[in-house]
Structures are given as C-alpha cells and as structure tokens.
C-alpha cells in the first residue's frame, strides 16, 4: 500500500508570500492519478489540482501542481487571505497527512 | 446546480447501527463512481469505501478498517447512495463524506457538505 507524506506540517507564512507544500509517495506513483485538495475549517475539501499539475474548474492560477515519481510539490505563488488552510495530497484511495497554511 | 447532499448522521450507541443517504443532483449519477470519506474531529481525511457505475457492475470496495461492519449501496434510480454502518465502534466517530470519483485524474471533484456520525453510550 502506498504512503503519502506531506511536508512540512504547519507552514506559517504572510500574505503574498509564496507557499511551498511537499507530498512524497512511498514508491514511485503515476502522476496522472495524484490530487491536491483544500480544506477550510468546517467544510468539506475543495479539489485544486488532478493529475499533478491541472487545475480544477475555477481554481485561479496562483495555484500550481507539479512533480512526478515520489515527489510532488503545491505551489502557490502569493497567498491570500483566504489561501490559509489545510491542504491534502491524495492517490487512489490514499490521502496524504495534511499541510496547515497559517497566517504567520 | 451540482450536488451531493448527505443525511442521516446522528449519535448511536456502541454496537448499534446507522445509514447515511448521499442525495446527487446536477451530474450523470448513474455513471458515476461514489466514494465515502470520512474525518475525525482535528484528524486527516480516511478514505472509506466506493461503489462504482452499473457499467461497473456496482463493485464495492472497503478501507480495512471497516471491511465486514460497512455497506455501500446505491439507487440510480433516486440518485443516492447510501453508506449501512453495522456493529460501530467509538473510534468510527466522524464527519462522514460523500464524493463523487470525477472523469479525469482519479480525483474526488464533488464533495457533500458532510455528516456527523458519533458513536458514544
């Protein structure tokens, strides 16, 4: 069974900084099925990224997906306020461990 | 509009059991393969099983963890699905979500807004 693990797990950075997140899988992946998923406090996640590096339906292009093998990376390029939140990376049935975006 | 809204959560005693309903509306159902997913207060996100399309055969899949206790069932009829909890276990204790397996990317591309299940005596 394949492991997901995201890194780091709490980033603390300022509006309109660039925010850097880490997925890495416990063996090499096909990147055509790995996810990236947004979730604010009470509420359901939001897909951002599908197949690495796509764009869901109306995510703006400040976020961007890449990576390939075991290693997979979320970028966005200059948070928002309403940027901070948990992100999930996720593969078949596996979801990553999550990565809290904070206000620093 | 495109939907999925769960029901059926509640508080139920160790042992006992429960049936959530996922309600789509806004989206092909009937070719759509629907997993649940589910989240602890303060926890990730577990994957906990699906059902996939008629074309599909309807086959279900379970996370180990529930495997034998959980059933996933669907009605294209009305456009849900449905999640049978048996024999619950306080560590089931959860928001529980529906989500729709998308066409492209293996992603998970509509979510419900979720229900609370907590399993307590």
């Known amino acids: 069974e394949i492991v997901l693990t995201q890194s780091p797990g709490t980033l603390s950075l300022s509006p309109g900084e660039r925010a850097t997140l880490s997925c890495r899988a416990s063996q090499s992946v096909s990147s055509s099925y790995l996810a990236w998923y947004q979730q604010k406090p009470g509420q359901a996640p939001r897909l951002l990224i599908y197949?690495?590096?796509s764009r869901a339906t109306g995510i703006p292009d400040r976020f961007s997906g890449s990576g390939s093998g075991t290693d997979f990376t979320l970028t966005i390029s200059r948070l928002e306020p309403e940027d901070f939140a948990v992100y999930y990376c996720?593969?078949?049935?596996?979801f990553g461990g999550g990565t809290k975006v904070e206000i620093k | 509009e495109v939907q999925l809204v769960e029901s059926g959560g509640g508080l139920v005693q160790p042992g006992g059991s429960l049936k959530l309903s996922c309600a789509a509306s806004g989206f092909t159902f009937s070719g759509s393969a629907m997993h649940w997913v589910r989240q602890a207060s303060g926890k990730g996100l577990e994957w906990v099983g699906r059902?996939?399309?008629?074309?599909?055969?309807?086959?279900?899949a379970y996370a180990a963890s529930v495997k034998g206790r959980f059933t996933i069932s669907r009605d294209d009829s009305k456009n849900t699905a449905y999640l049978q909890m048996n024999s619950l276990k306080t560590e089931d204790t959860a928001v529980y979500y529906c989500?729709?397996?998308?066409?492209?990317?293996?992603?998970?591309?509509?979510w419900g807004q979720g229900t609370m299940v907590t399993v307590s005596s």
């Open positions: 989500t729709r397996l998308g066409p492209a990317g293996g992603a998970f591309d509509i």
């Open positions: 059902i996939r399309s008629k074309a599909n055969s309807y086959a279900t």
């Open positions: 996720q593969l078949g049935n596996t």
């Open positions: 197949g690495a590096s």
